[in-house]
């Protein structure tokens, strides 16, 4: 963490250096997290903690493309590098580190139900199956129109992931409702002999 603090600070007063440093200390980062997270062995469970350990997995590797790009050519500021750079860090790791941590985090914060469901992975497979799609044959092959609608699937995963989690979210708050008026109706049994 460091190398991550040091080479972004660096970059504002040495681009070059400061962004091969940067780099460098995201691969430190995501080296780290691939020997010691427990992500590595949780994958093989089942429901939430798969789906999250999923979730971390692909989001380091995205961090990891960050870092070769950062690392092996320096800072950028414009082209497919950039693109890919750019949306390795913000839609393949933090949007996929949103997606995951949503149904832990979520209900902490809003007060509002938000279980885990296998639905969940619609949204996170559509986010890194584009995101590939855009950074593979937009970036790097440069077929532009291939980039645009890759993009366009982008959003449409974050915003499906924002309707699955509402989704969810309302069906269990109805469901613990029903369940609740059912058990307030339900008539008392009367004891024999009193």
Excluded at 59 to 80: D, R, S
């Amino acid at each position: 963490m460091a190398a991550v603090v040091a080479g972004a600070t660096a970059s504002t007063l040495w681009p070059a250096s400061g962004a091969h440093l940067f780099g460098a200390g995201l691969l430190a980062v995501t080296t780290w997290l691939a020997v010691f997270d427990v992500a590595r062995h949780t994958v093989q469970a089942k429901a939430l903690p798969r789906y999250i350990a999923a979730g971390l997995l692909a989001g380091y590797g995205w961090l990891t493309l960050a870092g070769l790009l950062w690392a092996g050519a320096g800072t950028t500021l414009q082209g497919p590098r950039y693109d890919a750079t750019l949306h390795a860090v913000f839609l393949g790791f933090t949007m996929s580190m949103i997606f995951v941590h949503a149904p832990v985090i979520l209900p902490a914060v809003l007060r509002r139900p938000l279980p885990y469901h296998r639905v969940l992975y619609v949204p996170l497979v559509l986010l890194h199956a584009s995101l590939l799609v855009r950074v593979g044959l937009g970036d790097v092959a440069g077929m532009e129109r291939v980039w645009r609608w890759a993009g366009v699937v982008n959003v449409v995963a974050v915003l499906a992931f924002a309707a699955c989690a509402v989704t969810v979210s309302w069906l269990c708050r109805a469901q613990t409702e029903v369940l609740r008026a059912a058990a307030t109706s339900r008539p008392t049994a009367v004891v024999a002999g009193s």
